[in-house]
């Protein structure tokens, strides 16, 4: 079944022409596609713009992906009949009276051509931002090489002479005034160089941290030594370097501060790492033959028993280093020729005390006559806190343990520690009564004869007097060292050969025990003092109530942490530069100046 | 083997498979690794530290040669399309590399500024992939079959048509149709502006006033002229829709280029910043 399709043309002289042809049906589509029966082509038709379908009832027309209007009416589909104006696009497609034999008859007339309304001036192009991505990209990278990079080093780049701090101590300082662009430069590439820091100097930095000089004197170079004895001019050596043996020892001769301390880490400056203590202390015999110390690598998992430093009284000189252990030493005992029992002073029931009752809880008896003592009774941190002050006889001891001499007679004490002081003392004393001057504070004894006072006496009788004196003095003084046992309560008393007096043996304490270590009372005020020093059995000044190890590893830990734990390193009980001679044998004077080593 | 591959999905995303590798070789080594106690934290400055950092370094050289050798014609030093697919994957495992080599340590210094840029040039290649994915399909779909220049075509027609319907409506309503016809031809490049064609909007739009006032005008006419007036406003309609979809089109076209503005010259920023970041770190050891 086919149509009859008329394509209505203009010709260059204006006259219409008609090119008929024959379609075949009964489905013919209207469209841009060549595959159309009916082609109309032209952009602004869709490919597959319309469907006519032909049959014996007549033809419809059905929309495709395009618009069609029919009477200038916009429809999806239409009957067709003769005269119909179907509008496809810019096409007028008009139905007219077929011939025989075909259902229908179509004239395409192109009523809009392209050309009509070409160039309207529109510009729909992409604008893109004038500047291109090559200009913006060569902005970026100078403007950031500059500030980032140049600006900040502009001072070394320009060849400026070094500022006077960043060659620490011996710097060369220039006496020409720098001119008014070296003063900019300076101000503007030390506000950048700023941002170079990639974190904050430890608070003890602070002071010269606007300075990058002072530590890091040499470019391209590890921060020296040199720069850190600037000013830590006594820093110490760990051991000597001639005890080190062996190229481990030489690697830890050559070390530098900064293999350990470690700037820009935050406010604290991080100190050192276990790890580089162990790396020694794994085998210190290897590296230093000489020592003395035991295998450590972790507080908790490997370090020896501790060693006290224990005193002899007898030789002052010698300090005994025994490791603790068990069984302990023979040689684990203080020698301080004191006699002491620390059970007896602590006993629960209290202890007799002359001045009666002291607070309600340490009153026992009736009498209110016991105290019950405390170790801060005598025991008391000193300035720092960190240790114990010494006791004293003076302060601790003599409130109950009364030097008084004959204390019917008199409340008067003789003085501590002087026995020719105490023989004068007594000789005095003892004369003024003889002598008929009794003062008022003393009953005089009844044995002893007085002279009369107002009488007129002779000279012999004033030396026959004061013998009289003498004689009661020595025998009170003897009755002090000797029969009363004052003296001999706590010390060791031994008489003198031929009667020249007593010997007293020299009384030394120990008030450190362990001297190297950081140890401090005033930080484990939060544990009874019992906790470690557990005297309630100590009877005699020789027993030493020092902790041991384990008791320490109920609360410590080491540097790995563990949960409830105080994690613990090397360095929080012992000193690295606590040896006698300077770091690395550098002193201020051998320092290089800067751009040599 | 459809005829189309994603860049993604290169030879099977193959470095898809070498970044994920990376990574997580990266956040394994960082996980492992126990730095010495003196740097309390993981740092650059470790073996690690200087491990990672020099693999970000040379990633980041090497990523910025894809600039050179897409431009590279006769080059057979892989493909193109390999090249893209490799930096869009390794780009982004600098993300991993990068963190971790800093260690999370950040301030306000230039190390901290080479890694945000860093950032914000793999964010911005972030959308131009997602772009670069999404927008043809998007283009598309709003193009349906048509193409830039049929659209204008279509508005053009419209344009004629509408005169010619509004011959027949009082003269008001023919001014209003005539005026914005001129306006429209005269001061309107569809798209405006760059920053109006990302936006995709043109307030301005005369055609779009005209129908509106035209509508506003509306009750005023009766009988066949209103009915010829509700055809003027369809038409117009069609105008604003065409126009819009012109729009949408160049806006999805500026978007896919627009990243490119940021993610090149930014990357070149990072270069600077990442030579004075490794020059700071090593004057100042």
């Known amino acids: 079944m086919d149509i009859q399709v008329v394509y209505v043309t203009v010709n260059r002289r204006g006259q219409s022409q008609r090119d008929q042809q024959r379609v075949a049906g009964p489905s013919i589509s209207v469209g841009r596609g060549t595959q159309c029966q009916i082609h109309l082509p032209d952009p602004r038709i869709a490919l597959q713009h319309a469907h006519i379908t032909v049959s014996e009832s007549g033809a419809t027309l059905e929309a495709g992906s395009g618009r069609v209007q029919v009477n200038s009416h916009e429809v999806g589909g239409a009957k067709l009949a003769v005269g119909d104006r179907i509008e496809v696009g810019p096409y007028l ?27 309207d001036g529109r510009r729909f192009t992409l604008r893109l931002p004038r500047a291109s991505k090559r200009r913006l990209s060569y902005i970026a990278f100078i403007g950031t090489l500059l500030l980032c990079l140049l600006v900040p080093l502009a001072p070394e780049l320009l060849g400026y002479p070094q500022t006077p701090s960043a060659t620490a101590g011996p710097g060369r300082i220039d006496a020409a005034e720098p001119g008014r662009i070296e003063h900019v430069v300076r101000t503007v590439s030390t506000r950048l160089l700023q941002t170079w820091n990639p974190g904050p100097v430890s608070r003890a930095h ?18 020296r030594d040199v720069s850190c004895i600037a000013c830590h001019k006594t820093i110490k050596e760990h051991v000597p370097a001639a005890e080190l043996k062996g190229a481990q020892g030489q690697a830890f001769r050559d070390m530098r501060c900064a293999e350990c301390h470690r700037d820009h880490k935050g406010m604290q400056m991080a100190p050192y790492a276990q790890e580089q203590c162990a790396d020694c202390h794994r085998d210190v015999k290897s590296v230093a033959p000489d020592a003395k110390s035991g295998k450590a690598t972790d507080f908790r998992t490997e370090h020896p028993e501790f060693r006290l430093s224990l005193l002899d009284a007898n030789k002052p000189d010698a300090i005994r280093r025994v490791r603790q252990g068990k069984p302990a030493s023979p040689d684990m005992v203080e020698r301080s020729n004191l006699k002491f029992n620390h059970a007896l002073h602590l006993d629960p029931g209290g202890v007799r005390d002359p001045e009666g009752k002291r607070d309600a809880s340490g009153v026992r008896d009736a009498q209110g006559r016991r105290t019950v003592l405390r170790c801060d009774d005598c025991h008391q941190p000193n300035e720092g806190g960190r240790l114990m002050a010494p006791v004293f006889m003076e302060l601790h001891c003599q409130r109950c343990h009364s030097l008084a001499f004959e204390p019917k007679v008199t409340k008067r004490q003789v003085v501590h520690g002087d026995e020719a002081a105490i023989a004068t003392m007594l000789r005095e004393f003892y004369a003024r009564l003889v002598l008929g001057d009794v ?8 044995d002893l004869p007085r002279m009369r006072p107002g009488a007129v006496v002779t000279y012999q009788e004033r030396q026959q007097a004061l013998k009289i004196a003498d004689e009661k003095a020595k025998l009170v003084l003897r009755e002090l060292f ?4 004052v003296c001999s309560t706590c010390h060791e008393v031994t008489p003198k050969a031929g009667g020249a007096g007593w010997e007293v043996a020299p009384v030394r304490v120990a008030e450190i025990w362990m001297p190297q270590a950081l140890f401090s009372h005033a930080k484990h005020t939060t544990e009874k003092c019992t906790k470690c020093h557990d005297v309630s059995q100590s009877k005699d000044s020789g027993h ?5 190890i384990a008791l320490c590893r109920e609360c410590h830990v080491g540097a790995r942490t563990v949960a409830g734990k105080v994690t613990s390193d090397c360095a929080t009980c012992h000193k690295f530069h606590a040896g006698s001679d300077f770091w690395h044998g550098v002193l201020q004077a051998q320092m290089l100046p800067r751009g040599k080593k | 083997m459809s005829q189309h591959q994603s860049i993604l999905e290169f030879r099977h995303g193959r470095y898809f498979k070498v970044a994920l590798l990376l990574c997580a070789a990266a956040i394994g080594v960082y ?4 730095p010495p106690a003196i740097y309390l934290k993981p740092y650059g400055g470790t073996w690690l530290g200087y491990t990672l950092g020099t693999i970000g370094a040379v990633l980041i050289l090497w990523l910025m040669l894809l600039g050179i050798r897409k431009r590279r014609y006769r080059s057979n030093m892989g493909s193109v399309q390999g090249w893209t697919s490799a930096h869009i994957y390794l780009g982004f495992s600098l993300i991993v590399v990068a963190t971790l080599h800093c260690a999370f340590e950040f301030g306000w210094n230039i190390h901290t500024l080479a890694y945000a840029l860093m950032m914000l040039v793999i964010a911005s290649g972030f959308f131009g992939v997602y772009a670069y994915l999404r927008y043809p399909e998007y283009m598309t779909a709003n193009l349906a079959g048509e193409t830039l220049e049929t659209m204008l075509l279509k508005v053009a027609d419209l344009e004629v048509k509408c005169k010619r319907i509004a011959l027949d409506l009082p003269d008001e309503v023919n001014a209003l149709i005539m ?17 109006r064609q990302l936006a995709g909007v043109d307030p301005g739009h005369p055609m779009r006033l005209a129908r509106d006032e035209l509508l506003k005008m509306g009750t005023r006419l009766s009988g066949d002229q209103a009915k010829v007036q509700e055809q003027l406003v369809m038409e117009m309609t069609r105008i604003v829709a065409l126009t819009d979809r012109v ?10 280029q627009v990243w490119l503005y940021f993610h090149v010259p930014l990357s070149f920023a990072l270069l600077a910043a990442l030579t004075a970041h490794i020059i700071s770190v090593f004057y100042f050891w």
Do not use: Y
């Open chain 1, 482 to 485: 000797e029969t009363r046992k």
């Open chain 2, 247 to 256: 729009r949408r089109d160049l806006q999805l076209r500026a978007q896919m």
């Open chain 1, 439 to 446: 003062p008022p504070d003393v009953n005089p004894p009844p």
């Open chain 1, 93 to 119: 497609l008009e139905v007219e009276s077929p011939p025989a034999g075909v259902p229908l008859a179509l004239s395409v007339t192109l009523a809009a051509p392209l050309a009509a309304h070409g160039g």
């Open chain 2, 31 to 34: 996980a492992w690794h126990d």
């Open chain 1, 206 to 223: 602070q002071p010269v941290g606007a300075d990058c000089l002072t530590c890091h004197a040499f470019p391209f170079v590890q921060v």
């Open chain 1, 544 to 548: 030493i109530a020092m902790p041991g």
């Open chain 2, 179 to 195: 005026n914005a016809s001129k306006r429209a031809a005269e001061k309107t490049a569809l798209g405006g502006s760059f920053r």
